[in-house]
């Protein structure tokens, strides 16, 4: 499996809390999180890529002695995580798993054994447990996504986004020339993920649910007094 990690953009919302820096690179189990995601998946001999932008010397430095290939997206205020993605459009050649993350979000071994169970060719992970607040939600029955969107109404949604998403197969292909053919017709200021939700309408495309695994993307301060707390409480059980 190969990973990559989207780690370009500025963090706008918790930037006044947490001053002008990646929010990737605050500190999580004594270490900054990009860091602790970084040997999470060596350790399960996952490849990593990480794609950088805003503040990027400081997640260099970070990583510095780790085997990881950077690419850089000096265009990261204009686009959005697509057109980072498409700077790495080149790691969906010779691999059969991609994964590819939010690389503010935190998550652990658990959150790799679910997707490591999953048979299909391509998901994205959702939280059944947070339909009722949350950042960016899903519609999805039966595992299958129907509609998505961060102004859902609570009766149109059942789970929020992880942030995370696998690729097998078939799929990374599929997904690397609906990525290119998207960013071709300048639609460079969206998400990664809209290349899947392009395809909703002719495709099924699926969700695992990871419910009761603790995970959190660091959008606010709260969200980072979550983790800070939950990995106090890790070390208290220790």
């Excluded at 780790?66 to 993605?85: A, E, H, K, M, Q």
């Excluded at 859902?152 to 290119?180: A, N």
Aim: hydrophobic share 35%; charged share 30%; net charge negative.
């Amino acid at each position: 499996m190969k990973a990559i990690l989207l780690a370009a953009g500025v963090g706008s919302r918790i930037a006044e809390d947490i001053g002008m820096v990646p929010k990737s690179t605050l500190e999580v189990e004594g270490k900054p999180l990009i860091l602790h995601t970084v040997e999470l998946l060596q350790k399960n001999h996952i490849e990593v890529v990480i794609i950088t932008g805003f503040k990027h010397r400081i997640i260099e430095e970070i990583i510095k002695d780790y085997n990881v290939r950077i690419y850089y997206n000096p265009f990261y205020r204009v686009t959005n995580s697509i057109g980072s993605l498409w700077y790495a459009r080149d790691e969906f050649y010779n691999t059969n798993e991609i994964l590819i993350a939010n690389a503010d979000v935190y998550y652990n071994q658990e959150m790799l054994d679910k997707i490591f169970s999953s048979e299909y060719d391509q998901f994205l992970l959702e939280d059944k447990s947070r339909a009722g607040s949350g950042d960016y939600f899903f519609y999805s029955p039966d595992g299958i996504l129907r509609n998505y969107g961060k102004e859902l109404r609570p009766d149109e949604r059942d789970s929020e986004y992880v942030g995370i998403g696998v690729l097998r197969k078939k799929w990374i292909q599929k997904f690397r020339d609906r990525l290119c053919s998207m960013i071709e017709k300048g639609e460079y200021n969206l998400w990664w993920e809209n290349v899947l939700y392009s395809m909703v309408d002719t495709d099924e495309i699926h969700t695992v649910d990871v419910d009761n695994i603790f995970w959190a993307e660091l959008d606010t301060i709260e969200d980072y007094k979550k983790v800070q707390d939950y990995c106090r409480l890790l070390k208290e059980k220790e």
